[in-house]
């Protein structure tokens, strides 16, 4: 019998886990200065895929079409309350939905990334911290992008 070709690898193909973007705030420190953005870290799973901008609220997350994206947040003081209450993007791009983890109040966002990108697209991260009814949106903006590609690598 003759050997069979090897498929190639598809680059559409989905990931075994969802892109994961973890937002730390310190809602304390942005609560007594009124400042979100140097009080905001964000984080996200895919920093083997080219994601730049760790713990900065300028994120930048390599995403590509079909992957899963799922935002939530910890704060850095245990006892402030802080939720993530929204997220604004284009949605051509992705449309968040908020969800709560079964039995608990605590919430998280799902999104499916809809288009390959070409150019990064931001967004913005709204937040409910203490007992302040009014959200904190960071001035910042956190952005989605495409894969590198060699030709942006400069090879």
Excluded at 56 to 79: F, M, Q, Y
Aim: aromatic share 8%; hydrophobic share 35%; glycine share 6%.
């Amino acid at each position: 019998m003759p050997p069979r070709n090897k498929q190639p690898e598809s680059r559409t193909a989905k990931p075994t886990r969802p892109v994961t973007i973890t937002a730390v705030v310190d809602p304390v420190a942005a609560l007594a200065s009124e400042n979100l953005d140097d009080n905001l870290y964000i984080y996200d799973t895919n920093k083997t895929a080219g994601s730049t901008g760790f713990g900065t609220p300028a994120l930048h997350s390599r995403v590509r079409k079909g992957d899963t994206l799922l935002w939530n947040v910890i704060p850095l003081e245990c006892e402030t309350y802080v939720s993530l209450a929204g997220i604004e993007i284009d949605p051509r791009v992705a449309e968040p939905t908020q969800k709560v983890y079964p039995g608990t109040d605590i919430v998280f966002w799902t999104a499916e990334v809809k288009q390959d990108l070409t150019e990064p697209v931001p967004y913005r991260l709204s937040f409910l911290l203490g007992t302040v009814s009014t959200p904190f949106t960071a001035t910042a903006r956190p952005a989605l992008a495409g894969p590198v590609t060699e030709e942006k690598e400069g090879r």
